[in-house]
């Protein structure tokens, strides 16, 4: 029983470390903490921003749903399978596909 007890405190801290650690954060506070920079680095995010924006919204909505909650809104794979009450295994293929859909649109407007 110690044993099981002193495990799940282990993956306790260890999942909370790697949310800490993997959290992405939304565009609006990364915009908000990001220096001011130059004006023509300012036009590139807005751009690059822009491209991903397009690229998410040509996304099925089953696949945008689980790369926001992954990247906004910091949820591990197991968070967003309880959220959503999906199996697990659904959740990481759809964020699989989701990503792989996306770096193919990116790499075509590039």
Do not use: H, W
Request: overall charge positive; some cysteine.
């Amino acid at each position: 029983m110690v044993t099981r007890a002193r495990t799940r405190a282990i993956d306790c801290i260890r999942s909370t470390r790697r949310r800490s650690e993997t959290f992405v954060a939304p565009l609006d506070e990364g915009i908000a903490a990001a220096p001011r920079d130059s004006a023509p680095d300012a036009a590139e995010r807005a751009a690059d921003r822009g491209t991903i924006m397009s690229a998410l919204d040509r996304l099925p909505d089953v696949q945008r749903e689980v790369i926001e909650l992954t990247y906004y809104a910091g949820l591990t794979q197991t968070e967003i399978a309880e959220r959503l009450k999906q199996p697990l295994g659904t959740v990481k293929t759809r964020i699989r596909l989701g990503l792989e859909r996306l770096r193919e649109v990116v790499k075509a407007s590039s």
